[in-house]
Structures are given as structure tokens and as C-alpha cells.
């Protein structure tokens, strides 16, 4: 694959995709994801993390929610990323990370992950270009040793909005009383910095692609949820699991 | 550093080193690096992890009780690694390891480390060759994390003991009763793959050199002693550490 330019990526659905013959395809394919988390759970080979990174407003906890929260909790753990600790920063930044990478049989998913050590503080230069560099080497060997040693199969999906429709979104916040709860005076600071990120986050697609980053066009829920449940169910119908029979 | 050649490596002190004049200069180290590790703390800055490794009876307990073991235990933790439990098995062989890596300000002692994972596992045959290469490039990925990502320095001992030393070591655990907790019959089993062993530590040592390993003559406990006291002792000294002053 080429290198990534989020500008000429649409951030929208295909012209002419049936919104309600896609939203009932993702439902089937949420159906069966339960079915298939069941089979890793019981036959214990694999483990999945699923990395969500998008801007403020572009959708990643209504992915959780909706596509990836319908599987048994036992089995699907989520992990949120904040701002660190002071006992997380006395740490390598990958310390806080490998915690919480997926046992065998589980999914893991990240609400934010690492990628912010080499993006939010990259944008406000928390984070020199050198340690960048350093850091992206770092993630690589650290989803390497996820992949080679733990049977771990890595999806990252970045939920692509346009600018336009983060401000709506953000706005939102400010107005519609289930929504308030997320609303952040900052978040309208961080919006400013918009061709800063998008350099950045184009950067770590580029340099940290093994395995490739899933860009999803995100203006529209349906279409972000459907591409994302495609990619999950493509993943594990993929991965041959058979329930193990009886223990000898 | 050339190939280690473990055989042609002496198990004991240099000829004619004074032992009384040895442990007079290990204790005036031992006292100092109390002064130095409370510095280390203080300062905030820098951490050590102190990796043990060696046979049975090559005396890696002796060492953190006589020579670690006098230093302030709010600043210098010890995480003894045992056969991995169902929960680490779950997951990549540097999980476990990673938990324990020291923040800044600390000394980790490991006693035994990840590298049972390509040493005791080899010797088994629990782990193939394919397998171990690709451990070793792990490991010296996570090192690197370590070092370069939370001013980490690493301090690698190898305890090196003649199998005639282990076999008397091993025999008094039988007949002291101070001793006879430590007696485990598997161990006498061990020590029979002895060659293999020897070769799996210099592959580690060879492949997994950054930083270097300190091959430490074993077979006389004074002489150990002062050699790993003296090695922590010349590490700390060396980082050129301050009192930080008053907070501003």
C-alpha cells in the first residue's frame, strides 16, 4: 500500500450505499460476531486487539458500544486511555500498554492506545521528532512481539472525520443533555490544531504499519459501524477456530 | 567483547586476591551503595534493573541478601521468577517481565529472568530454535525500551559455579538443616544436562549482549560478592546524580 494521505480519503460512505440495507447487514454481522467470540474464547489459540484512534467527536466510544459491545464481556475487555499517571509516566510509555494486552481466547480493545505517545504529544511537543522516531521503532517491536509470540492478530481502525462534522459533533455537546457529559471546553482548543494531528496521525500510519491501518470514513455511524464490523468478522471467520472437544 | 566461551572462563577468584582484604572492600561498597541508591531515589531520574541468572546452588539468593539486600527496600524491590502460572502462560513471555521493570528512581532485582524463557526451555525442548531466535530479538527489543525509553541501565550477571561446586552446594542442602528448605531432588535431574545449559547461556550471552553480560566467578562467595558489589557500586557512581534541591 502506498503511503496515506487523509486528504484524499473520503470521509463519507460510498454515493449511492442503501443506509438501511447496510445497517441490517452490520446487525447480522454483529449477530455472528457473538457466535465467533464464543469459538476463540473456547478454543484459546488466538487473541485479538483492537486499536480505536480517531479525533475528539469522531465516534470511538459509539464503536464500542455498538459493534463491539454486543459480544460476552467475559471474553471482550475494553481498556481507555487518559491522560498517564505519574506512576505510568516513572515508566517506559509502552509499560501502561502491554498490561493490558489481550490473554489467548480474549479480545482486547483499546480506546486510545500508545499511538498517542507519538501523536497528542507530538502536537503540542511534548514529544521531540528523535524520540518520535525512537518511539515508532518501539511500537513496531512491541506489536511484533504481540503478534509472534501471543498469537495476537492487531486491527487498528482510525475513525476519519472531516473537520466540518467534528464541530458539529463537538457542538452537540453543548446542547443535547445525554450528551453533555463529554463536552470539554479543550476540545474546541485541540480542534484548531487539526492539520497538526493529521500530519502526525498520517506519520504513524505510515511508519507503523505492520499490520496496516484501517481508515474508516466516519461521518456517518452506519457506515463507520459496518466497516468495522466487517473487519472483525472478516478477522476471526478467517482464523480456522474450531471448538477443542473434550479435554483428554 | 569477543565470543564467551564459558569453559575457558575461571570459576574462581584470581590467584593470591586476599579474601579478608577482599570482604573489607565489599563492605566499605555495600555501605556506600546504601548512600548511592538513596540518591538514585531522590533523584528521580535514572533506574536499574539487576538481572541474576545462574545453575542451581550458583548462590543468586546469597547475592541479593548480602550485597542488594542492604539497601533501602522501599527503593529496591526483588521479583523472583518461578515457573510461569496459567495466567502468564496466556500471554507473550515478556508479559510477566514488563509488569515488574522498574520506575524511575528504583532498583528491580530479578532473580532469574525472562531468559529462562530461552534457557530452561531449550534444555527441555519446550521451545524450539526457530522459537528461540525470535525471543532473543524480543528481548533485545525490550531491553532496548528499557534502556532508551525510561533511562533504564541494565546490569546482567551470570553466576558462574564448576559443576563440582554445584554438586557439594546441592549435597549440603541434604544434610544442613538451614539449608535443607532450598533441597529439591529435581535439581540433581538438572544438573546432568550441565553441557546443554553451558551452551544456552553462551548462545543468550552472545545473541543478547546489549548491554554486555558480567560473567561473575562463583565458586568462592567473597569473590562474587565483591565483583557484583563492585559493578553496581561503579554503575551508580557513574550517573552523575544530584540531590534535585527544592521543588519550585
Redesign the interface.
Known amino acids: 500500500m502506498g503511503k496515506i494521505k487523509l486528504k484524499e480519503l473520503s470521509t463519507r460512505a460510498p454515493e449511492g450505499l442503501d443506509k438501511k440495507e447496510t445497517r441490517e447487514k452490520t446487525e447480522k454481522l454483529v449477530a455472528e460476531l457473538d457466535e465467533l467470540q464464543n469459538l476463540l474464547f473456547a478454543e484459546?489459540k488466538h487473541s485479538v486487539l483492537v486499536v480505536i484512534q480517531g479525533m475528539d467527536g469522531s465516534g470511538k466510544d459509539g464503536v464500542i458500544r455498538n459493534v463491539l459491545g454486543n459480544m460476552n464481556p467475559q471474553g471482550v475487555t475494553v481498556k481507555s486511555y487518559k491522560a498517564p499517571t505519574a506512576?505510568e509516566l516513572?515508566?517506559?510509555?509502552?509499560?501502561r500498554i502491554?498490561?493490558y494486552?489481550p490473554?489467548?481466547?480474549m479480545i482486547q480493545v483499546f480506546n486510545r492506545s500508545h499511538y498517542e505517545d507519538i501523536l497528542i504529544t507530538r502536537v503540542h511537543k511534548w514529544c521531540d521528532d528523535e524520540t518520535a522516531v525512537?518511539?515508532m521503532k518501539?511500537i513496531n517491536?512491541?506489536e511484533?512481539?504481540?503478534q509472534?509470540?501471543?498469537h495476537?492478530h492487531i486491527l487498528k481502525f482510525y475513525l476519519h472525520i472531516s473537520p466540518e462534522e467534528q464541530h458539529e459533533r463537538l457542538s452537540e455537546r453543548m446542547k443535547d443533555p445525554a450528551k453533555m457529559w463529554k463536552y470539554n471546553e479543550k476540545d474546541f482548543e485541540e480542534a484548531k490544531l487539526w492539520d497538526v494531528y493529521m500530519q502526525m496521525y498520517e506519520e504513524c500510519f505510515n511508519e507503523c504499519n505492520r499490520p496496516e491501518w484501517t481508515i474508516v470514513p466516519a461521518d456517518q455511524n452506519w457506515y463507520k459501524e459496518y466497516i468495522i464490523a466487517s473487519a472483525v468478522h472478516e478477522l476471526l471467520s478467517g482464523l480456522g477456530m474450531q471448538f477443542p472437544g473434550l479435554k483428554k
Do not use: I, V
Open positions: 484459546g506512576e516513572s515508566h517506559d510509555f509502552l509499560w502491554h498490561q494486552a490473554a489467548r481466547g525512537k518511539r518501539a517491536d512491541f511484533q512481539l504481540l509472534e509470540h501471543n495476537t
